[in-house]
């Protein structure tokens, strides 16, 4: 151990590129060395030198360049969360019923079929494109948990964008503020060893006690004006109490990470990641007229390298930033979502949570005609497929997806 601690050391010393692969190498024999005196099946040291010294499997530094290899979420297994107030601040009260008499049991059986294909043939779609698509386990969510501070039930691991935060050869397993998803990273766990094993960075940041002091419980019950009303004044669903966000509240354009403090994402989280990541990144704080904010990604999309995609119903008071640095801002396109179909969680404006494959594709939903003429209008040719049963879970391409890997290097577009 002491052996590995002095490795550590030289790698801080020692950063010119040359001698970083030579520590890296040496690193791999010490790791070995000591496991081998734990496990029998510990890899010799051979095999972890040669794991250590390939590249990352992961790597991923904005959402345009050429998509190489993703994560697509599951809805097999999935459960209807506890009836909580981290779902009243979320869910369009509307289905507050649904909730109620269904928590805790499967999501609707047919609707889940419907799903489960649609999602199917988004993954054709994606390795007919050549990209590696890769899936999360279906684990049981049933099951009842107790923590000393809380108890739930599971919900899903439809969403890998919400959970797996990807900047650059790093995988940071997010600290999400829903009880019912305090045991989501176990869905992932099998792929995230085997990237680690690989070569790429596994962080997991402070796990949220999510005790009864990070919430304000008594936000679910105000009004849509009062509560954006509150959270322009620095008052918010979930306190500064601990650490918490989720990926998805991040978008990623190289050394510039743009995020909003949510119902899932407090301030104390975003301090967290931006010593976490250092000089080498910028942080940014958006703020916009939201009465539910809960991750970015259908609210403001970064397209391509100058070209940012905004929801035309939530301003962005930050909005200059992009403009000063000679970006367009394109307003999306009003969405086709019929009012009756049952968006469980989520907005209409899924229809923006498209999916780069790479600066002059995207992904988008087949239904969404407007969208589609938008995107084509720009010069991005479309790759359609129907989405409209997944979007009940809350997500549409972007949330149902994370991009383990693209082409492309850490780059500064501002
Ligand atoms: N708050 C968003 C909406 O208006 C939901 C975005 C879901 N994104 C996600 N990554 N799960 O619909």
């Given at each position: 151990m002491a052996f590995l601690r002095s490795m550590h050391r030289s790698i801080q010393v020692f950063n010119s590129a040359t001698m970083l692969t030579r520590v890296k190498s040496s690193l791999g024999v010490a790791v070995s060395q000591v496991g081998s005196r734990l496990e029998s099946t510990t890899p010799t040291a051979f095999q972890v030198k040669e794991q250590v010294a390939k590249t990352s499997p992961v790597s991923s530094y904005n959402e345009w360049d050429r998509l190489e290899e993703v994560v697509v979420g599951r809805v097999e297994n999935a459960v209807v969360p506890p009836f909580s107030p981290e779902l009243k601040v979320s869910a369009n009260e509307k289905h507050w019923d649904f909730f109620r008499d269904n928590q805790g049991r499967p999501w609707p059986k047919e609707h889940t079929e419907k799903a489960i294909a649609e999602v199917e043939e988004v993954c054709n779609i994606l390795t007919q494109e050549g990209i590696v698509v890769r899936r999360p386990d279906a684990i049981d969510f049933t099951e009842e948990y107790k923590t000393p501070d809380f108890s739930s039930t599971g919900m899903y691991c439809a969403m890998p964008r919400d959970i797996l935060l990807i900047v650059g050869e790093e995988i940071i397993e997010c600290p999400m503020a829903w009880r019912s998803r305090f045991f989501e990273y176990r869905a992932y766990r099998e792929l995230i060893k085997e990237y680690f094993k690989a070569g790429a960075k596994w962080t997991t940041p402070p796990k949220p006690l999510m005790s009864d002091k990070l919430y304000n419980e008594d936000v679910m019950d105000l009004s849509d004006e009062e509560r954006s009303l509150q959270h322009h004044q620095g008052r918010h669903f979930t306190t500064e109490f601990e650490p918490c966000f989720d990926a998805a509240d991040f978008v990623r354009a190289g050394k510039d990470i743009f995020v909003q403090r949510s119902q899932v994402t407090n301030i104390f989280g975003i301090d967290w990641m931006d010593r976490h990541l250092g000089d080498e990144y910028n942080i940014h704080l958006l703020t916009f007229d939201d009465p539910r904010p809960m991750h970015i990604d259908a609210t403001l999309m970064?397209?391509?390298?100058g070209l940012v995609l905004v929801n035309p119903c939530r301003g962005c008071q930050q909005i200059d930033f992009f403009k000063k640095a000679g970006w367009d801002i394109v307003e999306t396109a009003s969405p086709l979502m019929p009012a009756d179909h049952p968006l469980w969680l989520g907005s209409q404006w899924l229809s923006m949570n498209v999916l780069m494959l790479d600066h002059d594709r995207v992904m988008v939903d087949a239904n969404e005609l407007p969208t589609i003429q938008m995107f084509e209008k720009l010069g991005i040719k479309t790759v359609k497929a129907s989405m409209r049963y997944a979007n009940s879970y809350g997500g549409g391409f972007h949330c149902w997806t994370s991009d383990i890997r693209r082409s492309g290097t850490l780059q500064s577009y501002f």
């Open positions: 970064l397209i391509r390298p």
